[in-house]
């Protein structure tokens, strides 16, 4: 069956980084889709299969929207599709949705596109009846996506960013720390995504406030159900897959050291792919 892209917008574009947003029919997807859950799409037929958030699914449930950052051969390859054209393929929906209980005041962290990973976590907790504050980093004005829509989400919200052309110059973690410092508020939960430095600071942050911390994890995909192993992880001393047990995490279990160091392994030879077709 045809997967096409319904809609196409540009989130962000300045050099060196560009955001897409897509829209895609997928109807199957959309009517069982819930907030933390991700697709596996294939842009190609020999392509590779990579794991994306969805960010959103449309009022009739009939599509899904995704959105992605253009650093990759496929996100690139991905990012030159426009509307109208097809993808391959595309499965989901995958991992286990987020646990969407009341627990009253409720921190979601965003940096980088994992802005839009936040967005409907953020939504499910609001429309919980949780109170939520919203901190959003980037690295600079022109990176920062979906303001608008997670601020609506928001009963607080903060943004960042590295250069301090808009909001507060610095990191989400300056603000997270600060927040819980002041102790005015007790808060149930952190909920964290974005870069794996960003994350385990995050943890870093929290650890000592002893607040729950749960962040979805980036790890490297090949088949996404468990079988072929690509995306293990160290949680509490035990081995974890990213796909099936996850994407979600506790924080302060993961082991930080080894992801990092697992999502360096086709670095190089990625961008090499890139450079040979012109991405």
């Known amino acids: 069956m045809s997967i096409k892209i319904l809609e196409k917008k540009i989130l962000a574009d300045v050099p060196g980084s560009r955001i897409v947003q897509i829209k895609l029919a997928a109807q199957n997807i959309a009517v069982r889709a ?43 390859l991905l990012g030159k599709l426009n509307v109208g054209d097809s993808l391959y393929a595309l499965a989901g929906p995958l991992g286990h949705p987020t646990e969407i209980h009341k627990s009253a005041n409720v921190i979601i962290v965003g940096g980088g596109v994992g802005m839009a990973e936040i967005y409907p976590v953020t939504r499910a907790f609001k429309a919980a009846g949780n109170r939520v504050t919203t901190i959003l980093g980037a690295r600079t004005k022109e990176l920062l996506i979906l303001e608008q829509e997670l601020k609506k989400a928001s009963d607080n919200f903060y ?18 720390k600060d927040l819980l410092a002041r102790k005015s508020e007790p808060y149930s939960l ?60 506790d924080a302060h279990e993961v082991d930080w050291d080894e992801l990092t160091k697992r999502n360096k392994i086709y670095y190089d030879k990625e961008q090499h792919i890139c450079r040979l077709n012109n991405l």
């Open 190 to 249: 952190v909920y964290a995504v974005g870069p794996i430095p960003m994350m385990r600071k995050v943890a870093e942050t929290t650890k000592p406030f002893n607040i729950k911390t749960l962040v979805s994890l980036n790890a490297l995909m090949v088949d996404a159900t468990g079988m072929c192993g690509c995306c293990r992880v160290s949680v509490g001393g035990k081995t974890k897959f990213s796909c099936v047990d996850g994407p979600e995490f």
């Open 159 to 176: 943004i960042t960013t590295d250069d301090g052309s808009y909001g507060k110059k610095g990191f989400v973690t300056d603000i997270l």
């Open 34 to 76: 819930k907030a933390g859950q991700f697709i596996v799409l294939m842009a190609g037929e020999e392509g590779e299969r990579i794991p994306l958030t969805i960010a959103e699914i449309d009022a009739n449930k009939t599509a899904i929207t995704i959105i992605f950052q253009e650093a990759g051969f496929t996100t690139r």
